[in-house]
């Protein structure tokens, strides 16, 4: 019954698969891999967000348990603010605010800084989880999509934090060995 609970007859509605979601995944790789494109060439993370929406909204979609259900809502809701943040240019430093470089999210150390970096930073925690959590091959293959492209946007955006990201993930890592 977990992760059906939410629906009144106790079972999830079946997903409307008239449209292979082979097909679905593949037509949106090829249009993330278009956007990363277009976004590097431009140099612009915003571009890259756009092209990123149809798959989280895709996610949404796909995604059924209780806590991908949430992950996936939760990715969606940070991509439209992070879309808000660039769209209108809104910059805060997190980390001079909260008076420390880092924080502890999810088991790991997060570089903070500009909020525009903390919402790609957030995509990929999420889409982390979903991958983990997610038994469906399809959301686990557009969970991929959007850890790559999160950590593109991050490098589009600053290099100087993409690598400190890219540092402290390593060491992470090195640390469960």
Do not use: H
């Not at 629906?7 to 949106?28: F, M, N, Q």
């Not at 990363?36 to 929406?53: E, R």
């Not at 992070?82 to 997060?110: A, P, T």
Request: net charge positive; proline share 5%.
């Amino acid at each position: 019954m977990y992760g059906n609970q939410n629906y009144p007859s106790g079972e999830r509605p079946k997903l409307d698969e008239r449209v292979s979601p082979a097909l679905v995944c593949t037509i949106l790789t090829i249009l993330m891999i278009i956007g990363i494109v277009w976004g590097f060439a431009a140099k612009s993370p915003l571009v890259i967000v756009i092209f990123l929406l149809p798959v989280v909204i895709y996610e949404v979609y796909r995604t059924r348990g209780a806590s991908t259900t949430m992950s996936s809502w939760l990715l969606l809701a940070v991509l439209i603010l992070e879309i808000i943040f660039i769209v209108f240019g809104i910059s805060w430093d997190l980390g001079q605010y909260l008076g420390s470089g880092y924080s502890y999210v999810g088991g790991q150390y997060i570089p903070l800084g500009d909020i525009k970096i903390l919402a790609p930073i957030l995509l990929v925690l999420l889409s982390t989880i979903l991958f983990l959590r997610t038994a469906g091959p399809y959301t686990k293959w557009l969970s991929v999509i959007i850890f790559a492209s999160a950590f593109i946007i991050i490098y589009v955006m600053s290099p100087d934090m993409f690598r400190e990201l890219l540092r402290s993930s390593i060491q992470q890592i090195f640390w469960y060995f």
